[in-house]
Nanobody, 114 residues
Framework: QVQLVESGGGLVQPGGSLRLSCIGS????????MSWYRQAPGKERDLVAS????????NYADSVKGRFTISRDNAKNTVYLQMNSLKPEDTAVYYC???????WGQGIQVTVSA
């Protein structure tokens, strides 16, 4: 079965950092573009960042440019989201997703609060 297992979420103060990890299995990770989404209560689920299968094409939402970095290690079947200079508005459930087919992780909570 396809699995996307996220880790690294939690509570952090404004201005702090977190690194999310997502380990994929049950599919050909190295042939799959990957992405991170987030959803806050009462809001739509929005794309945060995406990365091509070889890591050469990367896209970010305007709201996180300059603060977040997406990367991948195909030897470890893992995609990362390094989050720096975190703001309260970054608080959301973050989801790891395969671009195609649309496999989703279970989501992990990130809370930015003083």
């Amino acid at each position: 079965q396809v699995q996307l297992v996220e880790s690294g979420g939690g509570l952090v103060q404004p201005g702090g950092s977190l690194r999310l990890s997502c380990i994929g299995s049950g599919f050909t990770f190295s042939s799959s573009a990957m992405s991170w989404y987030r959803q806050a209560p009462g809001k739509e689920r929005d794309l945060v960042a995406s990365i091509s299968m070889n890591g050469l094409r990367i896209n970010y939402a305007d709201s996180v440019k300059g603060r977040f970095t997406i990367s991948r290690d195909n030897a470890k079947n893992t995609v990362y989201l390094q989050m720096n200079s975190l703001k309260p508005e970054d608080t959301a459930v973050y989801y790891c997703k395969v671009v195609y087919p649309e496999y989703w992780g279970q989501g992990i909570q990130v809370t930015v609060s003083a």
